[in-house]
Structure formats: structure tokens, C-alpha cells
């Protein structure tokens, strides 16, 4: 099984707005990331969580804050988002972080920021 | 660093014909490359990975890719397109670092009946 959930499927929220993404999987991988897809372009990497400790955060604005329960689970918290946050936003996961390694991929939650 | 580069934005092909999707690498270390398929409003699903064990790698749904290293290329094809593959196509290479793909810009194949 290679199944990668992400929760919910579509958000709409106002720019004082506080919500929350989650992503959960269930493969034993140690290494979790979030992506940002817009439109017709490819995925940009935000976040890697390795054993639950944040390895790299690609100069995401603070208005995202990432977090990791435990090593099945992956958050998004979003607060104070801009119009141009609207995006995709997908989950994945990887055995192990480091070169070669396969990430599998959520189905995204679409985000609408009005 | 490594990259990749994917040549056509848009590929067109009419259904049962050949499906050719170019990918070229820049590596300075033997490259970890993939393909990843994302039909609309879902997530990349993972078609086929290299990893040196063989230079031709066969996917899923039909898929299969050759690493070519003299031009540093790893193109992927399928003998017979199917309506299904409709979808944005991307190639990634795995970073040094350890982390990132590193993905192609995405071809968008049309399969017309």
C-alpha cells in the first residue's frame, strides 16, 4: 500500500482565517513533505520533515507553520493567508529521506484564499 | 546542481499511436530520475524510477523509459496511447542534497480520438 491521504480535499478560507491541513500515512516512512502546486507548474518543495524534525524549510513565509505529531502524521497551519496562497497543496512521503529516495504523493488539498 | 529539462509543453497524439515524451538530465553524479504522471484536480502518482540497476525501466500502465547517458536523456513512451493518459507528465531528478526533486517544467499530453 502506497496510500498517502490528505484531509480535506477542498478549503476556502478569508485572509484572517485560521485553518489546518493534514496529511497522514501509514507505510512506515520517516521522511514527510509538503509541496505548493500552482497552476500548470510543477510542484515546489516547502517543507521535509526527517524523523519528525524539520530538515528544510525553503523560505516559507511564517503565515505557514508546519508540524509534525508523530512520524504518521503531517500539518499545515495556515493563518493569515494571501490571495496568492491559492494553490494545491500536496503531501508525500519517502522512506527515508536522502538521495533516491521515492516520494509518494497525497491527492492535495485545493486551497482558495478569498 | 542537477536539473531537468522537458522539451514540448503541450505533446498531441492520436489514440493507439506512439507516446513520446522527452526528458533531459544535468548531473554531475549518476542521477536518480523519475516520471510521474498527475491526471487532473489529483496528485503525482509515480510511474517509474532509475536507479542505475538498468537502463531500460518499465512502469506502470504501459509506461517504460530509457536512460540514455551519452544523451543524457530518459525519455519515456508508451507503443499505444489510450484516452486514460490524458495528463500532465513530470520529470524529476533527485537532488544531492538528499531531499528535493528537482522537476521539469510538465508536459501536458492530448490524446485525441
Known amino acids: 500500500d502506497t496510500e498517502v491521504t490528505q484531509t480535506p480535499k477542498h478549503l476556502v478560507m478569508g485572509m484572517t482565517n485560521k485553518k489546518s491541513l493534514k496529511c497522514e500515512q501509514h507505510m512506515g516512512h520517516r521522511a514527510m513533505y509538503w509541496y505548493k502546486q500552482k497552476a500548470k507548474k510543477p510542484p515546489e518543495l516547502m517543507f521535509v520533515?526527517?524523523?519528525?524534525?524539520?530538515?528544510i524549510n525553503e523560505s516559507v513565509p511564517s503565515r505557514f507553520s508546519p508540524e509534525c505529531p508523530n512520524s504518521s502524521l503531517l500539518n499545515l497551519h495556515l493563518h493569515a493567508l494571501q490571495p496568492e496562497d491559492s494553490a494545491l497543496y500536496l503531501c508525500a512521503s519517502s522512506q527515508e529521506g536522502g538521495r533516491g529516495g521515492t516520494q509518494y504523493f497525497g491527492p492535495g488539498t485545493r486551497l482558495t484564499v478569498l | 546542481a542537477q536539473s531537468v529539462t522537458q522539451l514540448g509543453s503541450h505533446v498531441s497524439v492520436s489514440e493507439g499511436a506512439l507516446v513520446l515524451l522527452r526528458c533531459n538530465y544535468s548531473s554531475s553524479v549518476p542521477p536518480y530520475l523519475f516520471w510521474y504522471v498527475q491526471y487532473p484536480n489529483q496528485g503525482l502518482q509515480l510511474l517509474l524510477k532509475?536507479?542505475?540497476?538498468?537502463?531500460l525501466v518499465k512502469g506502470i500502465n504501459g509506461f517504460e523509459a530509457e536512460f540514455k547517458k551519452s544523451e543524457t536523456s530518459f525519455h519515456l513512451t508508451k507503443p499505444s496511447a489510450h484516452m486514460s493518459d490524458a495528463a500532465e507528465y513530470f520529470c524529476?531528478?533527485?537532488?544531492?542534497?538528499?531531499?528535493?526533486?528537482?522537476f521539469g517544467k510538465g508536459t501536458s499530453l492530448l490524446v485525441t480520438p
Open positions: 520533515y526527517s524523523y519528525e524534525k524539520l530538515s
Open positions: 532509475y536507479t542505475s540497476a538498468a537502463t
Open positions: 524529476a531528478v533527485s537532488l544531492d542534497s538528499g531531499y528535493a526533486l528537482n
